[in-house]
C-alpha cells in the first residue's frame, strides 16, 4: 500500500525551535512524507525547506497553518487518520499492525501539547516509553511504516532539483542534473 504521510508540527517556538523543526521537516522530506503543516508564523522553515527542494528535488512543502484543529478536522472529514507522536502512547510495536490507512497525519511536539490532540487522535503512540527526541521519533516512525508497506526508507529517489550525490567508499561526489 501507499500510504500519503503529513506531518503536523504543533507549538513550535520562533527563537527555540527553529533548528529542530527544521530537522523534523529535512527528516520527514528524506523518509517519504509529502510534506509538513507548521502551526507558527514562522517563514523561515518554508525558505529553508524550499531551498532544498530547488537544490535536491522532490516536491516537500511546508505550509504554516493558523489553526491545527481544523486542519485535523478536515484531515479527518477527508477519510484520514492522525497518529500522535508522544511518550505516552501505546509503544509502535503494539500499533503498527493497526496502522493500516492509507492517508496519515503525524502529529508531532515541541512544547507540550494541548490535551484534545490525545483526545483527536486516533492513535498515540509512543517510540519507547521514554522521553527522546522528535527528529528520532519521527525517523523511527516513518522507517517502520514504510517497511509495513514493503518500502526501503533510504531508498527514495528524487525527481527534478540540482543536484545528486554519487554514493561513494572515500570522499563526496556530487552530480549536476
Ligand atoms: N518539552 C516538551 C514537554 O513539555 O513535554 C516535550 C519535548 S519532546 C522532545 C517533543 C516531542 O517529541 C513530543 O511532543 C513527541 O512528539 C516527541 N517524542 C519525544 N519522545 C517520544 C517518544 N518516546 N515517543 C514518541 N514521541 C516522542
Not at 518554508?46 to 512543502?61: H, M, P, T
Not at 493500516?100 to 484534545?116: D, F, N, Q
Request: aromatic share 6%.
Amino acid at each position: 500500500m501507499n500510504m500519503r504521510i503529513v506531518i503536523l508540527r504543533l507549538g513550535h517556538r520562533i527563537q527555540r525551535d527553529q533548528r529542530i523543526t527544521t530537522h523534523v521537516a529535512l527528516t520527514a522530506r528524506a523518509l517519504g512524507a509529502e510534506g509538513m503543516l507548521l502551526d507558527s508564523d514562522d517563514a523561515g522553515i518554508e525558505k529553508s525547506l524550499d531551498e532544498v527542494k530547488n537544490r535536491w528535488g522532490g516536491s516537500f512543502y511546508v505550509r504554516r497553518i493558523t489553526s491545527w484543529k481544523s486542519e485535523i478536522k478536515k484531515w479527518k472529514e477527508a477519510g484520514g487518520k492522525v497518529m500522535h507522536l508522544t511518550m505516552y502512547g501505546l509503544n509502535l510495536p503494539d500499533a503498527i499492525d493497526e496502522i493500516t490507512t492509507c492517508s496519515l497525519m503525524i502529529v508531532v511536539g515541541a512544547e507540550k501539547v494541548p490535551p484534545e490532540v490525545y483526545e483527536l487522535a486516533d492513535w498515540n503512540v509512543a517510540v519507547g516509553n521514554q522521553p527522546h527526541s522528535e527528529v528520532a521519533a519521527l525517523a523511527i516512525v516513518l522507517d517502520r511504516l514504510n517497511a509495513s508497506s514493503g518500502k526501503d526508507s533510504l531508498s527514495s529517489r528524487f525527481t527534478g532539483g540540482e543536484i545528486e550525490i554519487i554514493p561513494c567508499r572515500k570522499g563526496k561526489e556530487v552530480k549536476s542534473k
